[in-house]
């Protein structure tokens, strides 16, 4: 995967350098409770700030519709960004026309300016050129750092890349390098985990992967409507029964591909979730009752996708494998999760994963530090997944 980053640009003293960042980050009371997101532009901005250039950050928060709303203002992100780099950073309270035009010539070399959210604007989502070249016309080159957002055409990450010179900035390129060594030019055997609730939802990634993987397991509510689609009984557990012919499409697909499928053997199944529900493990195809459910993955399965990752060299990862959010139908979710983060510690495994559940299952685990790489991204990890090509990173190509 070719894309310019920042070591391509050259002399950098003065010049403004326009980063999409994502400071789409939780808030309550007009006060930012996680500086997650900040903490991963810091490098990217230092890095400019270090070859003495003037940093503008543009970004978006929520969904104002392309109207001004107050309480959707970047403001408050000020202060926590200021923590975070340890340096002052202003403010402009547009990020175009005369108070974005007058808060940068005010600049300095190594000074940070952020600019209003992007999305008070309509044209920004329409990916209006007008309104991209009204971004670009603010600086000399352009630095996208926002993987998050890369899969929205949107002027600030796609549209702005054809007017000025356009790098990837320091977590885009350790995205992209990631997401290469996982699925563009990964070291095989390749294993995979898809989890989650629907089949319906991860159809393309599915169809994509089988293609690409030595082993895929599959857990959560989807195992749930592939063992359905055999004929296994599964009670009254979530599942997707009219999308049985898919499922067993897939599985003829995987099969002609050489991809092996790895299905729960063994299942935890209780009557209802609830913290300490009582639970029992049963083989796969056991009879089941109306009132019993599937909740989680049971022990031998997770010591047959245990042992497929000790013989594979990477891991991709998307998905629960049950209902991790209530214990015990955590358990088999982190039990892999432990022994996936041992052989990446220990070199012997190229473990990437992302997704919203599938970082929150890697933090609950406690183990998100020691894999590979874990992407915060969510829709665009999951689109790049399925194969899709993500417009703000084919700007990016060289």
Not at 71 to 96: H, K, Q, Y
Not at 105 to 129: I, K, S, T
Not at 141 to 155: K, N
Not at 171 to 181: N, P, Q, Y
Request: with cysteine; charged share 25%; net charge negative.
């Amino acid at each position: 995967m070719t894309f310019r980053t920042l070591d391509d640009a050259k002399d950098l003293a003065g010049k403004t350098a326009l980063v999409r960042v994502d400071f789409n980050v939780p808030m309550e009371d007009g006060k930012v409770t996680d500086d997650t997101r900040l903490r991963v532009a810091t490098p990217t901005i230092q890095r400019l700030r270090d070859a003495g250039a003037k940093v503008v950050l543009l970004a978006h928060f929520d969904r104002p519709k392309g109207q001004r709303v107050p309480s959707m203002s970047l403001r408050p992100v000020v202060e926590p960004l200021e923590n975070v780099l340890g340096a002052p950073v202003r403010f402009a309270d547009d990020c175009i026309g005369a108070p974005a035009v007058e808060a940068i010539r005010d600049l300095d070399a190594g000074d940070v300016l952020l600019l209003e959210n992007v999305r008070f604007h309509a044209a920004e989502e329409a990916n209006d050129p007008v309104f991209a070249q009204k971004l670009a016309d603010l600086g000399d080159l352009y630095v996208d750092d926002a993987f998050s957002a890369a899969h929205r055409a949107h002027a600030s990450t796609e549209g702005i890349a054809h007017h000025i010179p356009a790098y990837a900035g320091e977590s885009m390129r350790r995205e992209l390098d990631a997401l290469d060594a996982a699925l563009g030019q990964p070291q095989k055997p390749v294993v995979g985990i898809v989890g989650g609730s629907k089949v319906s939802t991860k159809l393309d990634l599915l169809k994509n992967l089988v293609g690409k993987l030595d082993k895929l397991a599959i857990g959560g509510g989807m195992a749930n409507t592939f063992l359905y689609a055999q004929g296994v009984d599964i009670g009254g557990s979530l599942a997707e029964k009219d999308m049985a012919d898919t499922a067993r499409a897939i599985m003829a697909e995987a099969e002609a591909l050489g991809c092996e499928l790895l299905l729960p053997v063994d299942v935890v199944v209780a009557t209802e979730v609830k913290p300490g529900a009582e639970a029992r493990t049963v083989k796969t195809g056991a009879a089941l009752s109306a009132a019993d459910k599937i909740f989680d993955a049971g022990p031998e399965t997770v010591v047959r996708l245990n042992a497929a990752m000790d013989a594979s060299k990477t891991l991709i990862w998307n998905g629960p494998l049950g209902v991790f959010e209530v214990p015990p139908f955590d358990a088999a979710t982190v039990a892999a999760a432990k022994h996936a983060a041992e052989l990446a510690k220990a070199g012997k495994l190229i473990a990437v994963a992302g997704g919203g559940d599938t970082v929150a299952a890697l933090n609950h685990a406690g183990v998100s530090d020691d894999m590979t790489f874990v992407s915060t991204a969510g829709g665009a990890f999951l689109e790049w997944m399925e194969g899709k090509a993500l417009p703000g990173v084919e700007a990016l190509r060289a």
